[in-house]
Nanobody
Framework: QVQLVESGGGLVQPGGSLRLSCASS????????MYWYRQAPGKERELVAAITNTDRSTYADSVKGRFTISRDNAKSTVHLQMNSLKPEDTAVYYC?????????WGQGTQVTVSS
């Protein structure tokens, strides 16, 4: 069975940094495009960053220049480096894997940016 497990969330002050990781198992990782989404209370889930199976990345305007998505196919893991964090980045962050016919979600990891 496919599993996606996020880690690295926590409480950080504005201007700080966090590095999220999403470890996958049970799938051929290199076949999948990978995504980071986030959802704050009362708001829609939004796409934060994406990286294709050919290592092309895109970002939401709100995080461009601050966040970096990367993948390590040898370790079947995708990362989200988050710098210059702002209170509005506070949300549960979810890892998603999308293939030709299926998609999978992790359990989410909480990121709280507060002074």
């Amino acid at each position: 069975q496919v599993q996606l497990v996020e880690s690295g969330g926590g409480l950080v002050q504005p201007g700080g940094s966090l590095r999220l990781s999403c470890a996958s198992s049970g799938m051929i990782f290199s076949n999948y495009n990978m995504y980071w989404y986030r959802q704050a209370p009362g708001k829609e889930r939004e796409l934060v960053a994406a990286i294709t199976n050919t290592d092309r990345s895109t970002y939401a305007d709100s995080v461009k220049g601050r966040f970096t998505i990367s993948r390590d196919n040898a370790k079947s893991t995708v990362h989200l480096q988050m710098n210059s964090l702002k209170p509005e980045d506070t949300a549960v962050y979810y890892c998603n894997a999308a293939g030709a016919f299926t998609s999978y979600w992790g359990q989410g990891t909480q990121v709280t940016v507060s002074s």
